[in-house]
């Protein structure tokens, strides 16, 4: 009996690792360290749901931080070596340019519009398929970072002239170089994981990012003044390599789509309820926040968003920027025009 218990026992190791040993290995990689943040339970969740929900047929890594900029993490999605990440819209500027519509300073009224312009606008769906086509990334999923703001070392934001001569770390983004330049400061491309040591050193005089995102990437320890002045909403788009996805069973890649869908509602949730108690806590450290006015706001949409508007048009063509643009204004309406609720 014994002996039969025994080779049960066995067996049923020997199964374990061999459906271990089965297992496709799902990287998904990240800028950001293993931290109490959204990001991090986000991709816990995910990697807890797909565990299980694949039956043992994907096996989920995450790779938080020291693994490349969002640049070389996408790369890396592309060439199969990681097979997911999640990053803000400007990293794929590099790989393609037609993104850069997202950064149109004051385009979003809120996080609510840019979500469903996301989700259901018959551009986007377009946007999705050309990226797979032309980049090699499959879009799976949606979410938000945060609406971006101003840090510095050096002085208050309050008008568009206080950025003038300033030294900001941006993002490998043209569009992002052109809104800097339109206010008078030097945008300094710097990879995000180098950046709060940029500015700790004075490379830099400090940047703009979402208050979670600050808070993350060790900023908030290294500056001294952050303006709410909400220029720009900072989409997240999750990327999977396709060659990867399509060859998953039905079920494996059900799992994983469904395992996204999880990311993004707990990321918007987190996102969402922590934005202002990230702006609390960027004050608690001693920064000095400053809350724009919707008049200053006004006076940095007046300043940034036509030159923006301009150098899209001549970069990605005036027709598509200004459907980019008439699409959202359309999501708009919808949801607000008479206050129904969706």
């Known amino acids: 009996m014994k002996k039969m218990l025994g080779g049960f026992v066995l067996t049923a190791i020997s199964l374990a690792f061999a459906g271990m040993a089965g297992a496709e290995t799902l990287r998904f990689a990240t800028t950001l360290p293993e931290s109490d943040n959204p990001e991090t339970h986000a991709m816990r969740a995910f990697k807890q749901y797909v565990d299980f929900h694949s039956s043992g047929e994907v096996e989920v890594q995450l790779l938080h931080g020291g693994v490349g900029g969002d640049r070389e993490i996408l790369e890396n999605v592309r060439n199969n070596i990681f097979q997911m990440t999640a990053t803000t819209d400007g990293a794929l500027a590099s790989f393609y340019p037609k993104v850069q519509a997202f950064s149109i300073p004051y385009l979003f009224p809120s996080t609510r519009v840019a979500v469903t312009f996301m989700n259901e606008s018959a551009i986007m769906k377009d946007f999705v398929s050309d990226v797979e086509d032309t980049a090699g990334l499959r879009i799976v999923g949606f979410a938000a970072d945060g609406f971006r703001n101003f840090v510095n070392n050096v002085r208050p934001i309050k008008t568009p002239a206080d950025v003038g001569g300033l030294k900001l770390r941006s993002m490998e983004s043209p569009v992002m170089i052109a809104l ?64 990867f996805l399509d060859g998953l069973s039905d079920q494996a890649r059900a799992a994983v789509i469904d395992g996204v869908q999880l990311y993004e509602a707990i990321m918007l949730a987190e996102k969402g309820v922590g934005y202002l108690d990230d702006t609390q806590r960027i004050r608690d450290m001693g920064v000095d926040v400053h809350v724009s006015s919707p008049a200053e706001k006004a006076q940095f949409r007046d300043v940034t968003q036509q030159p923006v508007l301009d150098f899209l048009s001549e970069n990605l063509g005036a027709d598509y920027v200004e459907s980019f643009v008439a699409s959202v204004r359309d999501i708009e309406k919808e949801i607000y025009a008479k206050g129904e609720s969706r």
């Open 180 to 243: 800097m330049k339109s206010l008078g400061a030097a945008p300094t491309p710097i990879p995000f994981p180098e950046s709060a040591m940029a500015i700790r050193q004075g490379v830099v005089d400090g940047g703009e990012n979402p208050p979670s995102t600050i808070i993350n990437g060790g900023w908030a320890e290294v500056v001294k003044y952050m303006s709410m002045d909400e220029h720009i909403f900072s989409a997240v788009f999750v990327y999977a390599n396709p060659d």
